[in-house]
């Protein structure tokens, strides 16, 4: 197969390529840095340097593909999220179309069956509503949980208040995902026909807070690290203050509040997949290694 994949070679990306390199695919990259083009070609897959703002690029970028993958980069220099979000799939929407692509896979988040509530996740419920109006293309939406690698952002917090904390409590559920198992479920997903549009969950482990506060303690040799509940808004100062703007700051303090509540995993739980393999210690050994 032919495939193009977004994402440069960040941590989905990458092992993906390898992945699907590895089982004799020709394999297209898109970047928007020259820089990524050496290491690239590396892997065996060619580069397609640009910009996923530019229609005509993608367009050619996409066409010929047999598939492709897609996934909108953050942005923290934003004044609005959940509009840049849309912006972006729009834009892959509309390459995707002139390019003839039959079959997409399109990371998406848990969460995103909301329209609302949801922080940065309502931008990527907008781009699964758009992409199901594609007609003649078929989605599979991947809906990850939560990254486990976003927990690398309070490294600061452990090392000098010796805690870890947000906005919900220490008997919260928290469902969670290594990039590495969501890259193994695309690389799976986008080797076979898609029938129809659909989603697919990808999930490690499922544990509260606590749980997550013990294994990294533990890890990094401080096993007296507790969890601490803060207000919703402690945590968005907090979060000001560490260097966040105050556009994604919003938007986190929305998602904890949609973790504490429980409604993020609603449609998950109803429809719940087989766990993949990377458990939460697994995690905290990785964390260990990089605090």
């Known amino acids: ?13 990458k092992p993906l390529a390898q992945l699907l390199i590895s089982s004799g695919h020709q394999v297209t990259i898109i970047s928007s840095s020259a820089d990524k083009t ?36 953050p942005n923290f220099g934003t004044d609005n999220y959940r509009t840049y979000l849309s912006a972006i799939g729009e834009k892959y929407a509309a390459a995707i179309k002139a390019a003839g692509v039959k079959q997409v896979v399109n990371l998406s988040s848990i969460g995103a069956h909301l329209k609302e509530g949801t922080g940065p996740i309502k931008g990527l419920h907008d781009v699964e509503q758009l992409f199901n109006k594609l007609v003649g293309v078929v989605v599979k939406h991947m809906r990850p949980a939560y990254f486990y690698i976003n927990l690398y952002g309070n490294t600061e917090m452990i090392k000098h208040a010796g805690i870890l904390g947000a906005n919900y409590s220490e008997s919260t559920k928290l469902v969670m995902v290594h990039p590495k198992d969501i890259a193994a479920a695309i690389a799976e997903e986008i080797q076979q026909p898609f029938l129809a549009n659909s989603v697919r969950y990808v999930v490690s482990d499922e544990r509260t807070v606590a749980d997550v506060a013990t294994a990294l303690g533990t890890a ?11 207000t919703d808004e402690e945590a968005l100062g907090g979060m000001i203050q560490a260097g966040l703007p105050e556009e ?29 393999t990377i458990k939460l210690e697994d995690f905290a050994k990785e964390f260990a290694g990089n605090f």
């Open 1 to 13: 197969m032919k495939i193009t994949l977004t994402g440069s070679l960040g941590n989905i990306s």
């Open 38 to 73: 050496q290491a690239i070609e590396a892997l065996g897959a060619a580069a397609a340097i640009g910009s996923i703002d530019d229609v005509n690029f993608l367009t050619k970028a996409f066409t010929n593909a047999d598939a492709i993958y897609v996934m909108c980069p």
């Open 220 to 230: 990094v040799g401080k096993p007296e690290l507790k969890w601490v509940e803060f």
């Open 248 to 276: 994604i700051a919003k938007n986190y303090v929305e998602m904890g509040i949609a973790i504490k509540s429980g409604v993020l995993w609603e449609d998950f739980n109803v429809n719940r997949p087989v766990f993949s």
